[in-house]
């Protein structure tokens, strides 16, 4: 397969090619520069959903801590006013009733009582064990705020080359053919970032397959621009 283009064309979409070669290893640099971050994120984020969860937990059971402390100073109240009434009741069946309610309620404060010192022994561990997480997240996160402001900082250059680099590129792209830069742009993303490749000794600077007797010569005229027909990239004759 061949395109029709000049000398001219072929020089610019080699110098394209050695840009797009500059993008992708500053590239390359940058991301290794984010999965860094994002390690570093991930360690932060972890020890604050450790931190959220023990949180939760502690909350969960002072939550059911006070449910029992509510329910006890109601039955506390009831004990009461059935004592008040118990002064004042006519028959036998009514004061009798009264101190089965009041018997009742005082077992039920008993049990729950028991429930609550086990809740508050829970509450205390899990209050160390919030204490000491909450510390864990405050140096972890010190520790990982201040390394992805270094990386951050220490990528600064890689991040204004690139910048100048995809400037010069745009720049460069604009005097390629729409068709061509269109063919150029399609096997750059097919081929590992590498578009076109010299030719040398008939062997394919993409896939350094050998290029037939009859395709090496039509690629020497030069007089279009051709394609490997084993990786498809774009080739150019190169002089040793």
């Given amino acids: 397969m ?8 072929v020089e610019i979409l080699i110098e394209l090619q050695e840009i797009e070669k500059g993008v992708s ?19 932060r984020k972890d020890a604050e959903n450790e931190l959220k969860a023990l949180e939760s937990d502690l909350a969960e059971v002072r939550g059911l801590y ?11 109240a009831r004990i009461k006013k059935s004592e008040e009434t118990l002064k004042i009741v006519k028959t036998n069946t009514e ?3 009264l101190l089965r309610e ?20 829970q509450i205390e561990k899990k209050e160390k064990a919030v204490a000491e997480s909450r510390e864990r997240f405050e ?52 081929s590992s970032g590498i578009a076109i490749v010299p030719l040398t000794n008939a062997t394919c ?19 279009a621009l051709n394609f490997c027909p084993q990786c498809h990239r774009m080739v150019y004759y190169k002089k040793n």
């Avoid at 061949?2 to 064309?9: C, F, G, K, P, S």
């Avoid at 290893?25 to 360690?43: D, F, Y």
């Avoid at 006070?66 to 506390?76: A, N, S, T």
Wanted: hydrophobic share 30%.
């Fill in 2 to 9: 061949v395109l029709n283009a000049t000398r001219e064309d």
């Fill in 25 to 43: 290893r500053i590239s390359k640099v940058l991301e290794g520069v984010e999965s860094e971050i994002n390690t570093r994120k991930k360690k």
């Fill in 66 to 76: 006070m449910g029992f402390e509510g329910e006890l100073k109601e039955r506390d």
């Fill in 95 to 97: 004061y009798q009733t």
């Fill in 102 to 121: 009041i018997d009742d309620n005082r077992k039920r404060n008993s049990e729950a009582e028991g429930q609550m010192i086990d809740y508050l022994d």
């Fill in 139 to 190: 140096e972890i996160a010190a520790v990982t705020d201040r390394e992805i402001d270094e990386i951050v900082v220490n990528s600064e250059n890689e991040r204004k080359e690139l910048e100048s680099i995809t400037s010069q590129r745009d720049k460069v792209a604009v005097k390629v053919k729409p068709k061509l830069l269109d063919r150029f742009n399609r096997i750059l993303k097919q």
């Fill in 205 to 223: 600077g993409g896939c350094f397959m050998n290029i037939p007797p009859q395709k090496f010569i039509e690629i020497q005229r030069g007089e």
